[in-house]
């Protein structure tokens, strides 16, 4: 949608907190050594979802473990 060169009465953007952290999770896997790695996966996500509520987001972010992963939980309740 943010594509469009039209106007547009609204912001759209996005709130995908368990997405943004799954990769970082994945990437980091408790590990010391691994937070660098994991940070650079929590940056790249971050810029992908910056990017799409832009509407220049090309769908290179989904890189890397746990990134086009199912975040899906039957019945969760929020």
């Known amino acids: 949608m943010n594509k469009l060169k039209t106007k547009k009465p609204w912001s759209l953007s ?8 799954q990769s970082a999770l994945k990437a980091w896997a408790g590990k010391v050594e691994n937070i660098e790695i994991a940070r650079a996966a929590f940056l790249a996500r971050c810029k ?9 987001y090309k769908g290179d972010a989904a890189i890397g473990e746990g990134a086009s992963e199912s975040l899906h939980v039957k019945d969760y309740k929020y």
Request: charged share 10%; net charge neutral.
């Open 48 to 56: 992908a979802n910056s990017e799409a509520t832009l509407g220049i």
């Open 14 to 21: 996005f709130s995908f907190g368990r997405a943004l952290q």
